[in-house]
């Protein structure tokens, strides 16, 4: 009878150091399998505002302006369920079918306000986010729990320096009794008009953008750090920050729940009015009286440069 071959095995020493050499190479690799995660997160987002700023542009070369932030007839602190800019914008992002949907039907907007709409099968879409309007790294799901279970949007307006009159989560706005008309075109009641881009059946053209487009924001990111936002537009006139971000140092970016911000680093993005994206730091210069770089790239007709500033946008 044969006897079985034996086979040196690994010692206690050496599966020990084998062991501490794939845990070595793993906690080496996972920095940058993390890198390039992130890198490619941000690549996307990049991506997306392009897109928006296409179909923005496009919009602009029919209608010879941007879209109104949302459309409300009212710009009392009042009101119910309001389209958005977003939903201006459907047919240029590959949306026309479901834009004739919305608009063509002459009681959608009534039939949105009432209860079970949500289940029907166009609310169970308007309660779903499309992928122009989401950006990748953000952690909520389709249907923001934060802003009346609508599709989410990461992406904002920009609604001026103003600070919204409404309180914020953490903090009040400097405009409360929340009571406060919204912001409103000139020639409605008060004169109150916002110095951004989008705010209540605003219309905002390339004409209007006294400081030249590539120095001005037109959107910003919003992620589940500050609520970020539905695509759909507004709740109501109680509820601007649905669709739209200003630009008051109280709402600086990456440091209060009612900026623009982001979730992945530091940086998060900006589309300017010419249609190119910019990266911008929580720590560009913001001052309560309006005069810092974040609040002058927020106006669009404060008649101040910007350019020196770019190195350190």
Not at 221 to 226: F, G, K
Not at 270 to 282: A, F, K, Y
Request: charged share 20%; net charge negative.
């Amino acid at each position: 009878m044969r006897t079985p071959k034996k086979y040196p095995a690994f010692t206690r020493t050496e599966l020990c150091v084998v062991l501490g050499l794939v845990m070595l190479l793993a906690s080496t690799a996972l920095p940058a399998i993390q890198k390039a995660r992130l890198d490619s997160r941000q690549v996307a987002c990049k991506n997306n505002l392009k897109q928006l700023g296409l179909a923005l542009h496009n919009y602009h070369d029919v209608y010879n302006s941007f879209p109104p932030g949302w459309v409300s007839g009212t710009p009392d602190a009042k009101g119910s369920q309001s389209w958005g800019w977003q939903c201006g914008i459907l047919p240029y992002v590959d949306q026309a079918a479901l834009y004739n949907t919305m608009f063509e039907i002459e009681h959608n907007m009534e039939l949105i306000n009432t209860p079970g709409f949500q289940s029907t099968e166009l609310g169970e879409i308007l309660t779903t986010s499309m992928p122009p309007y989401r950006c990748p790294s953000d952690k909520i799901q389709q249907s923001n729990p934060y802003r009346g279970g609508w599709g989410v949007s990461n992406y904002s307006g920009n609604f001026g320096t103003k600070p919204i009159a409404r309180w914020g989560t953490t903090q009040s706005s400097s405009n409360w009794p929340g009571q406060v008309p919204t912001t409103q075109p000139i020639g409605r009641r008060q004169s109150t008009s916002s110095d951004g881009m989008m705010w209540v059946d605003s219309s905002v053209g390339f004409n209007e953008v006294d400081d030249g487009s590539s120095n001005v924001i037109l959107l910003g990111e919003r992620s589940h750090y500050s609520h970020a936002g539905i695509w759909i537009g507004p709740r109501s006139n109680y509820h601007e920050s649905d669709a739209v971000t200003d630009g008051s140092h109280a709402s600086r970016p990456n440091r209060s729940q009612s900026g623009f911000s982001a979730e992945h680093g530091d940086i998060l993005f900006v589309l300017m009015c010419d249609g190119s994206t910019r990266p911008l730091h929580p720590d560009i210069e913001s001052r309560a009286d309006g005069t810092g770089l974040f609040q002058r790239l927020m106006s669009r007709n404060d008649g101040e440069p910007v350019d020196e500033f770019y190195s350190e946008f």
